[in-house]
Each structure stands twice: as C-alpha cells, then as structure tokens.
C-alpha cells in the first residue's frame, strides 16, 4: 500500500499537481525512499522556478533589445523574430514568421541567400557566421539601409538554427559622412588660411615669408645635391615718382600687371617668385649657374619692357623699367651660407645695377668676399665690369 502511495503520488506530479508531497511516518526503507521522493520533487520544482525566471528574463530582453533579432532554420525560414524587428524593418514579427529572411535583403544578395545556407550546410566553411560586419538591409517599404549584422549557430532538439542580431546604423553612417565633410571642410579652409598666410594681398604671388622659407629650403637642397643656386632681385624703377604721379591706385595695378608676368617667367619646377616688400620682387632659380641666371634676368627685363606700362616721370624711359640684382652660388667649391647672405648679395648688385643707370641687371658670383659685379645691358647681353 504505501508503495503503491509513492505511485500514485508520481502520477499526481506527472498530471501538475506540484504540491503534493508523500506523508513519512516510519524510517524504514519504504520510509527512506518516500523522504528521497519528496527531496527529489523539491527539486524538480526549484529547477523548474529557475527555468521559468530564466526563460522570462530571456523573452524579456528579447522583447526589450532595440535591435532586430530574428531566427532562421537551416532553410533560411523565419521562426521567430522580436519586436523591435518593426522599428528596423517595418514588419510585424506575425509577418515575417514563416517567409523567407532573404525578403530582408537586397538583390542580387537576396537570390543567393538560400545557396550559402546550403553550401555553409554542405561543407561547414563560415564566411559571416560567428562575426559581425556591416551589410546592406532591405526596408519593407523598398528602402535600403545600412545596417550592421552579426550571425551565429544553434542546436535545438537537433535542429539547426541561425541568430541574426542586426542593428539600423543609418543615423551613425550620416553622421561619419557629415563629419567627413566637415573634416574635409576643415582641411580646405586650414589649406586656405596657409595659401593666405603665405600670400601677398595686393599681387597675389607668394610674400616675403614664403619667400624666406622657400630659399633656406633651396639651399638646404643645393647643398646636399652640390648644384648651383641663383636668385634674383629686381625693383622698379622710380617707383615712387610713379605712384605721386599716376596715384597709387593705378600704382597697385602696375604692380600686379609685373607680377602676374613674372609668374609666366618661372616655368621650372622650384623657381618662385615673391614680392619682398614694396617695388621689390626676388625669384629663385634653382639649379641655375651664372649664363643660366644671367639669361633669365634678360629674359624678365624684356618682359617688363613688353607691358609698356607708361611712366611719365621716370628719368630713363618713357615706360616702366626694372632693375635687377642677380647673384649665383655654387655650393660645390664653398662653406654653407644662410639665406640673409645671398639676399645682401643680389641687394648689393641691385643697387650697382641702378647706380649703372637702371633698366639693367648687374650679376656676379657668391663669395665670401663680396660681389664685384658684372654689369647685364639688356637683351643684348653684353656684359662689362661696373666696378
């Protein structure tokens, strides 16, 4: 009878009855295993209140996550997705459950879905499965969006299923484009400002401190490569008289007209022209030995000739007319110098050129010594000694 209590009791857990428990009086061996029946359906109940807690806080945080969270059987058919499916996609989970997650994707994606599932089935090699990586999702009202997708694999009850979580990153992905186009906004205007701080206003050519930069770099350059290094430096003659006469208007635009034409002059790669401050304008010539700098300062005096720039007051022409001071270092046969050394020097052969009586350039060598100065008539160049 009491073993027959122990059955009866089973059944009555069996149909749900989770109460009952078996009433143990003796402690003999049917008493001992009526105690382990008891200790055992206690169990099973905390097991089942834990399984029951576990699985709530699951459904929980599949209901609550704002991503889509939608699974797969190894057909690539939906069997469940979550409710933040319809924010990321626009379907209802009833809707999608029982259709094809490739009505997720875009083509040609979408038709070769149901292959990959396969293959992956057939060979077991994982292209995307067990990582994530940013892919293109399909809206139900058609529109495509950017998403980022991670997969991964499950058995249950010996079938297989795939979890996909998939996260709408539309917002982040506007938002890395906006913040490209403000970096590259930044890189143009940080790219204007440095034009700007190292151009004149008035003529538009390069100032006196990238002029300064540019030849420390230049003889930097001359130096390790032992190649001669010339620069030039012309002023405008009687400019004064020209800006008292004409107005200084018209004075600014005989300025940018000389500018904009020694522009033309410096064709080779690293010749630069500048102005230095006022009438005066320096170019560098890279490269360039005594016959070289002496046929590039022919070349911008007939140049400013051509303008034809009237000049009323100048004492030498009835144009505008330069002077030039144009000096050639040879690095090769000579220390290291500093670039206020070869700017004295081309100075101190503009002003022989203009005490030679202007219109003219007057070129020598670099040394240590000083310039003694060769005298440049033109385009003719015919050279003579001035000193």
């Known amino acids: ?3 027959a209590n122990i059955s009866s009791l089973m059944k009555q857990f069996s149909a749900g009855n989770r109460s009952t428990r078996l009433l143990v009086k003796r402690r003999d061996e049917i008493g001992e295993l ?3 029946v008891n200790k055992l359906l206690d169990k099973i109940v905390d097991d089942e209140k834990e399984i029951r807690d576990a699985h709530e806080r699951l459904h929980a945080l599949f209901d609550n996550v704002i991503d889509s969270v939608i699974v797969i059987n190894s057909r690539g058919i939906i069997e469940s997705a979550n409710p933040a499916t319809a924010k990321v996609f626009g379907y209802h989970p009833e809707e999608l459950i029982g259709r094809n997650v490739s009505v997720l994707m875009p083509e040609p994606v979408s038709s070769e879905h149901d292959q ?3 293959n992956y089935t057939r060979t077991g090699v994982k292209k995307i499965i067990g990582s994530g990586r940013k892919v293109e999702a399909r809206h139900k009202s058609g529109r495509l969006f950017p998403a980022d997708l991670a997969i991964s694999e499950m058995y249950v009850k010996g079938e297989r299923l795939f979890t996909g979580i998939l996260s709408d990153i539309s917002e982040q992905e506007a938002l890395k484009a906006q913040m490209a186009k403000a970096n590259e906004d930044l890189s143009l205007a940080n790219q204007r400002l440095e034009e700007l701080a190292r151009t004149d206003k008035l003529t538009g ?3 006196r401190g990238h ?16 190649l001669p290094l010339s620069l030039l430096l012309l002023d405008v003659d009687y400019f004064k008289r020209f800006n008292d006469h004409y107005g200084h208007l018209d004075g600014d635009n005989c300025l940018r007209e000389i500018a904009s034409s020694l522009m033309r002059v410096c064709k080779r790669s690293g010749e630069t022209v500048a102005r230095y401050g006022g009438e005066e304008f320096p170019i560098i010539l890279p490269h360039l030995d005594l016959e070289g700098a002496r046929c590039k300062a022919e070349e911008v005096i007939q ?11 100048s004492a030498i022409s009835n144009q505008v007319t330069i002077s030039i001071g144009a000096v050639t270092w040879q690095p090769a046969s000579q220390r290291p110098i500093e670039s206020a050394e070869l700017v004295k020097s081309a100075d101190i052969l503009l002003y022989a050129a203009k005490a030679g009586g202007r219109n003219q350039a007057c070129q020598d060598k670099f040394t240590t010594t000083g310039t003694s100065g060769r005298k440049i008539s033109g385009v003719k160049a015919h050279l003579r000694s001035i000193g």
């Open 303 to 313: 140049l400013v000739r051509d303008l034809q720039i009237p000049h009323a007051k």
């Open 211 to 226: 002029f300064d930069e540019t030849l420390n770099s230049e003889i930097a350059r001359a130096t390790r490569n032992s």
């Open 1 to 3: 009878r009491r073993a």
């Open 205 to 207: 050519i390069f100032n």
């Open 34 to 36: 009526s105690r382990s």
């Open 116 to 118: 990959y599932i396969a």
